[in-house]
Nanobody
């Protein structure tokens, strides 16, 4: 079994910062892509940031404010969020493309989500 568990969400004032973390566990051979998505009420789930072995990409709305990073040895990915705005309020989900032990293919996994609320 493979599991993704997020942490670090909470309530923060506009202009504040939060750091989200996601830990992958289980019979993992390799993680190829790790990403953060978010979904606000009445909106589609959207890609916030993604990271591969050699590149990163961000949604235009979070460029220069958010930074994604990963620790391959620990199978974790983090999202540093600075200068938070009310419109950043959403449930944030960790996503990863993982090859499991005993498998020859890659599969996408999702975390349970963590709530981020930006409000005064």
């Amino acid at each position: 079994q493979v599991q993704l568990v997020e942490s670090g969400g909470g309530l923060v004032q506009p202009g504040g910062s939060l750091r989200l973390s996601c830990a992958a566990s289980g019979s993992i051979v390799r993680i190829y892509v790790m990403a953060w998505y978010r979904q606000a009420p009445e909106k589609q789930r959207e890609l916030v940031a993604a990271i591969t072995s050699g590149s990163t990409n961000y949604a235009d709305s979070v460029k220069d404010r958010f930074t994604i990073s990963r620790d391959n040895a620990k199978n974790t990915v983090s999202l540093q969020m600075n200068s938070l705005k009310p419109e950043d309020t959403a449930v944030y989900y960790c996503n990863a493309e993982i090859q499991q032990t005993g498998q020859l293919y890659r599969k996408r996994y999702w975390g349970q989500g963590t709530q981020v609320t930006v409000s005064s």
